[in-house]
C-alpha cells in the first residue's frame, strides 16, 4: 500500500507539493479517477480520489477519513544521544517509527562523542519510515538538547513516567525496565539513552533528583542505537504482546 | 575492552592469525608482558599475556580461563529471510549478536525477493559484534536452506519450542509471542521470520503440522528485520527485564 503525504487540506481538498506529486504523477502515473491515500503525518488518513494530476502541485478529494491511523495507545518520547555514525541513530529512529514512537530528542551529554546534530535528514528519515509501516502520524524530531536541560524540563512534569538507562551496575540501585514501565495505555513515558560513555554520575544525580526512575535493559552491552531500539521494544512488546 | 578472537589454543599456549595478529602488534602496539583478552567464539574468555610479538603470529600464555563468558541462559536460533537490501540483513545480524543469539539460518521462502545468499561476510560481521559487545561465543551461521527444509528439519526436534511470525490475520489463530515463549532458561527456541511477502500457507501449514507456533509480534507492520530484531527483543526482555 502506498501512501502519499501532506500537510494541505482545505475542506474536502488536499494538495500535494511538489516531491509528493512528482512521485504520484510521474513515478507512479497515477492519473485522474484513481484512489490514493494520504496521512497527514498527525495521525489521519484519508482515501480521495486524484482530481488534477499536476505533476507539481496534484490535487485529490478527501473519500474517506480514518483518524489514529495505526496509533499505539500511549506517547513515547525517547531522548538518545547521537552515535558518532549517523547511520546508526538514522537506523534507531527508523526503527522506533516502525513500532510506535511520538518524539525524538537528541540530547548531547558530558561523554557524547558527538556534539553537533542536525534534524533535517533525520526527519525526512521519519517520513519515509512512517509512510512505508503505514502509520498516520510522523514522529516529531526535537532540536538538540542537553542531557541536563532535557532533565530538567521533562523532570517538571509529573504526569510522565521518566526513565534513564544507565551502567553504574552496583552505585545507583535500577529496575528493570518492565517493571519501571507498569501500566501502559494513555500514558505519557519519556525515556534517556545516553553516550558510548554511559551518562556523568552528576546527570545520573540530577535525573534521580528530577524523577527519573534508573533502569537497566538487562545484561548484555549495548550499542546506544540498540539500547534505544530496546527500550522502545520494551514499550512497544509490554503494551501489545 | 578489546578483544582478540583466536581458534588456535595448545595447551597454555594461544595463536593469533595474520589478521588479529597485525590488529594486536601493528595498530594496537602490544608488546611482549602486556595483558590481553581472547576469546575462542565458543563462549570462553582468555586471559593472557603476550610471548611473542610477531605481526603475523602472535603468540601468548594464559593465565586465566573464563567460561561461558557474556552468554545467555537459553539457546536461540533466528530463522529469517534474507532481504534484498543486505545492510538490513546486517544491521538484524549485528543487534541479535549484542543482544543474545545461538544460530541465524539464511531460509529462503516462497515469497522471497533474495534467492542467493553468501554467508561470509556475515560470520565477519558476526565476530566483530562478539568482540564489541563482550561475548566469549560468536553465533553460527547456517548455510541457506528452503523455510520449508528448514521446518522439515527443527519440526523433528521435540524439544525445540519452534514459533513461526506471520500475518493472516483472522485466518491462522496466532498466540502473543511473550506467552508462546513461556520459561526460558535452559531452553531451545527455534524462530522463523518471513519475507516482506509473508509465508504462503502452505509454509505455514505445514509449520503448524510441525509442531511450530504460530505468533504475532503485535500490530506494527514491521520490516523483516525488523521483524527478527524484535523476536530477538522478545526473548531476550523475557529472560532479564
Given at each position: 500500500m502506498e501512501l502519499f503525504f501532506s500537510r494541505q487540506f482545505d475542506g474536502d481538498f488536499c494538495t500535494l507539493d511538489a516531491d509528493e506529486s512528482g512521485h504520484c504523477?510521474?513515478?507512479?502515473r497515477h492519473r485522474e479517477g484513481d484512489e490514493i491515500s494520504v496521512i497527514d503525518g498527525e495521525g489521519t488518513l484519508y482515501t480521495c480520489v486524484l482530481t488534477d494530476a499536476s505533476p507539481k502541485s496534484a490535487q485529490a478529494r478527501v473519500v474517506k477519513v480514518e483518524p489514529d491511523?495505526?496509533?499505539?495507545?500511549y506517547r513515547l518520547t525517547m531522548a538518545v544521544c547521537p552515535t558518532k555514525n549517523l547511520d546508526r541513530y538514522e537506523w534507531f529512529a527508523e526503527k522506533a517509527t516502525e513500532l510506535g514512537i511520538d518524539t525524538i530528542v537528541p540530547v548531547i551529554g558530558?561523554?557524547?562523542?558527538?556534539?553537533v546534530f542536525k534534524t533535517e535528514r533525520l526527519r525526512r528519515i521519519l517520513l519515509s519510515a512512517s509512510k512505508q509501516s503505514l502509520k498516520g502520524a510522523v514522529p516529531e524530531v526535537a532540536e538538540p538538547v542537553s542531557v541536563k536541560d532535557f532533565i530538567l524540563e521533562t523532570g517538571s512534569r509529573e504526569d510522565v513516567t521518566k526513565l534513564i538507562c544507565c551502567c553504574f551496575e552496583g552505585e545507583v540501585p535500577r529496575t528493570s525496565v518492565f517493571e519501571a514501565l507498569g501500566e501502559l495505555a494513555g500514558r505519557e513515558i519519556a525515556v534517556l539513552i545516553g553516550p558510548e560513555g554511559d551518562f556523568s554520575r552528576e546527570e545520573v544525580a540530577l535525573a534521580v533528583e528530577k524523577g527519573f526512575v534508573p533502569v537497566h535493559l538487562g545484561p548484555s552491552r549495548l550499542r546506544t542505537e540498540t539500547a534505544a531500539v530496546t527500550a522502545v521494544e520494551a514499550v512497544y512488546l509490554k503494551a501489545f504482546c
Open positions: 504523477v510521474k513515478v507512479l491511523w495505526g496509533a499505539h495507545p558530558e561523554h557524547s562523542e558527538r556534539k
